[in-house]
Nanobody
Protein backbone atom coordinates (compact mmCIF):
# COMPACT_ATOMS: atom_id res chain seq x y z
CA UNK A 1 0.00 0.00 0.00
CA UNK A 2 0.95 3.61 -0.52
CA UNK A 3 0.11 6.40 1.88
CA UNK A 4 -0.08 10.00 0.74
CA UNK A 5 0.24 12.58 3.49
CA UNK A 6 -0.55 16.16 2.65
CA UNK A 7 0.55 19.29 4.42
CA UNK A 8 -2.01 21.49 6.06
CA UNK A 9 -3.79 23.98 3.83
CA UNK A 10 -5.06 27.23 5.18
CA UNK A 11 -6.87 30.49 4.85
CA UNK A 12 -5.40 33.13 2.55
CA UNK A 13 -6.61 36.40 1.11
CA UNK A 14 -7.30 36.94 -2.57
CA UNK A 15 -4.04 37.43 -4.42
CA UNK A 16 -2.06 35.56 -1.79
CA UNK A 17 0.05 32.44 -2.06
CA UNK A 18 0.12 29.02 -0.47
CA UNK A 19 2.31 25.95 -0.91
CA UNK A 20 1.03 22.42 -0.45
CA UNK A 21 3.19 19.33 -0.17
CA UNK A 22 2.43 15.63 -0.28
CA UNK A 23 4.74 12.82 0.74
CA UNK A 24 4.31 9.25 -0.47
CA UNK A 25 5.31 6.42 1.83
CA UNK A 26 4.90 2.66 2.00
CA UNK A 27 5.55 0.86 -1.21
CA UNK A 28 7.29 3.18 -3.59
CA UNK A 29 7.11 2.94 -7.33
CA UNK A 30 9.15 4.26 -10.12
CA UNK A 31 7.64 5.86 -13.23
CA UNK A 32 4.46 7.08 -11.53
CA UNK A 33 2.63 10.35 -11.96
CA UNK A 34 1.71 12.46 -8.96
CA UNK A 35 -0.70 15.31 -8.92
CA UNK A 36 -3.43 17.36 -7.31
CA UNK A 37 -7.19 17.47 -7.63
CA UNK A 38 -9.68 19.68 -5.81
CA UNK A 39 -13.30 19.52 -4.82
CA UNK A 40 -15.45 22.50 -3.92
CA UNK A 41 -18.73 22.09 -2.03
CA UNK A 42 -21.45 20.72 -4.27
CA UNK A 43 -19.06 20.15 -7.16
CA UNK A 44 -17.28 17.19 -8.67
CA UNK A 45 -13.64 16.52 -7.95
CA UNK A 46 -11.58 18.17 -10.67
CA UNK A 47 -8.05 17.91 -11.98
CA UNK A 48 -5.62 20.67 -11.02
CA UNK A 49 -2.10 19.61 -11.97
CA UNK A 50 0.06 16.55 -12.54
CA UNK A 51 3.74 15.78 -12.92
CA UNK A 52 5.38 12.66 -14.29
CA UNK A 53 8.45 10.96 -12.85
CA UNK A 54 10.50 12.69 -15.54
CA UNK A 55 9.13 16.12 -14.70
CA UNK A 56 6.59 16.68 -17.47
CA UNK A 57 3.74 18.81 -16.16
CA UNK A 58 0.08 19.28 -16.98
CA UNK A 59 -2.30 21.93 -15.65
CA UNK A 60 -5.99 22.69 -15.72
CA UNK A 61 -6.70 25.81 -17.74
CA UNK A 62 -8.11 27.51 -14.66
CA UNK A 63 -4.74 27.43 -12.85
CA UNK A 64 -2.24 27.81 -15.68
CA UNK A 65 0.18 30.63 -15.02
CA UNK A 66 -0.74 30.76 -11.32
CA UNK A 67 0.02 27.29 -9.96
CA UNK A 68 3.27 25.36 -10.26
CA UNK A 69 3.66 21.66 -9.55
CA UNK A 70 7.06 20.16 -8.77
CA UNK A 71 8.46 17.00 -7.23
CA UNK A 72 11.46 15.69 -5.35
CA UNK A 73 11.85 12.06 -6.40
CA UNK A 74 14.43 11.32 -3.74
CA UNK A 75 11.87 12.29 -1.10
CA UNK A 76 8.80 10.89 -2.94
CA UNK A 77 7.23 14.29 -2.45
CA UNK A 78 5.17 16.51 -4.71
CA UNK A 79 4.54 20.22 -4.20
CA UNK A 80 1.90 22.65 -5.42
CA UNK A 81 2.83 26.31 -5.31
CA UNK A 82 -0.32 28.40 -5.63
CA UNK A 83 0.02 32.09 -6.42
CA UNK A 84 -2.51 34.82 -7.22
CA UNK A 85 -5.18 32.84 -5.42
CA UNK A 86 -8.83 33.58 -6.13
CA UNK A 87 -11.98 32.83 -4.13
CA UNK A 88 -12.90 30.23 -6.76
CA UNK A 89 -9.78 28.29 -5.78
CA UNK A 90 -11.44 27.51 -2.45
CA UNK A 91 -11.75 23.74 -2.18
CA UNK A 92 -10.45 20.63 -0.53
CA UNK A 93 -7.23 19.73 -2.32
CA UNK A 94 -6.30 16.08 -2.77
CA UNK A 95 -2.90 14.64 -3.59
CA UNK A 96 -3.01 11.83 -6.11
CA UNK A 97 -0.84 9.04 -7.44
CA UNK A 98 -1.45 7.41 -10.81
CA UNK A 99 0.59 4.27 -11.39
CA UNK A 100 0.10 3.96 -15.13
CA UNK A 101 -1.64 7.01 -16.56
CA UNK A 102 -1.15 10.72 -16.95
CA UNK A 103 -2.81 11.62 -13.69
CA UNK A 104 -5.68 13.68 -15.13
CA UNK A 105 -8.62 11.29 -14.81
CA UNK A 106 -10.30 10.85 -11.44
CA UNK A 107 -11.38 7.30 -12.15
CA UNK A 108 -7.85 6.20 -12.96
CA UNK A 109 -6.18 7.51 -9.81
CA UNK A 110 -4.80 4.65 -7.72
CA UNK A 111 -4.14 6.44 -4.44
CA UNK A 112 -5.49 9.56 -2.78
CA UNK A 113 -4.39 11.73 0.09
CA UNK A 114 -6.78 12.60 2.87
CA UNK A 115 -7.47 16.08 1.54
CA UNK A 116 -6.60 19.50 2.88
CA UNK A 117 -8.78 22.60 2.97
CA UNK A 118 -7.72 25.73 1.13
CA UNK A 119 -9.89 28.78 1.64
CA UNK A 120 -9.39 32.04 -0.24
CA UNK A 121 -11.20 35.00 1.24
CA UNK A 122 -12.40 37.87 -0.92
Amino acid sequence: QVQLVESRGGLVQTGGSLRLSCAASGRTFSMYTMGWFRQAPGKEREFVAAITWGGNTNYADSVKGRFTISRDNAKNTVYLQMNSLKPEDTAVYYCSLDLLGGGRVVERIDYWGQGTQVTVSS
